[in-house]
């Protein structure tokens, strides 16, 4: 099966502009996480969604970050603006019946 | 609170050397519990969880719920066991997963 994609791979902007990212989770899989990677971390979760709706966003910072699944499928996560300490990489994953979580690739983010 | 420590950021041996990555944890409740690897070049995914109670790649852990560890074992380390390994723990139902910091396990011929 094809696992989960996310894109941009990359991405470079300047402090205080503002970013997207987009993932595309298994097909079928109705849980979709983002989770946060600073330099020498674990992973962090910043929200989970049940379908189109949020389960968790309890660590997502409200004021810049925001993040959506319209149609219960894709999913994107917005930055605006960007601030230097938000440099990371950024995961998604998604989660079917069967309890095991299946992650993207990343998308590491420097801000400037 | 819950919380997952693993006290080494780096760990190296010898191959054909037993290996050990310790892990730590905080959870008010019966937790789940994960390693997760990363190779290089690799996205992350799932080695083995403490309710299958499986050895893969010939790594086994062992919840110890009175020193709240699981710690990951393997006798015979091999190169290709160079990675980031991730201990995660979740409530019931494996829904959120918080991680620890990571460890990476360098295997030298």
């Known amino acids: 099966e094809a696992g989960v994609a996310q894109s941009p791979r990359y991405k470079i902007i300047e402090k205080r502009q503002s970013v997207a990212f987009w993932c595309n989770p298994i097909?079928?899989?109705?849980?979709l996480y983002w989770y946060q990677q600073i330099l020498g971390q674990g992973p962090k979760l910043l929200i989970q969604?049940?379908?189109?709706?949020?389960?968790?966003d309890s660590q997502l910072p409200k004021d810049r970050f925001s993040a959506e699944r319209l149609k219960g499928v894709d999913s994107t996560l917005k930055i605006q603006p960007a601030k230097l300490e938000d440099s990371a990489v950024y995961l998604c994953a998604s989660r079917g019946l069967q309890e095991t979580q299946y992650f993207g690739p990343g998308t590491r983010l420097l801000v400037l | 609170a819950q919380r997952v420590t693993q006290p080494e950021k780096l760990l190296s041996v010898f191959k054909g050397a037993p290996v050990e990555l310790k892990c730590n944890y905080s959870?008010?409740?019966?937790?789940?519990l994960f390693w997760y690897v990363q190779y290089s070049r690799q996205r992350l995914q799932l080695l083995l969880r403490h309710i299958s109670r499986e050895s893969i790649k010939g790594f086994t852990a062992d919840l110890n719920k009175g020193e709240t560890s699981f710690h990951l074992k393997k006798p015979f380390a091999q190169e290709e066991d160079s990675a980031m390994y991730y201990c995660?723990?979740?409530?019931?139902?494996?829904?959120?997963?918080?991680f620890g910091q990571g460890t990476r396990l360098t295997i030298n011929p």
């Open positions: 969604f049940q379908n189109n709706g949020v389960v968790d």
């Open positions: 097909s079928g899989h109705a849980t």
């Open positions: 959870y008010s409740g019966s937790p789940e």
């Open positions: 995660a723990l979740s409530g019931f139902g494996a829904q959120k997963l918080v």
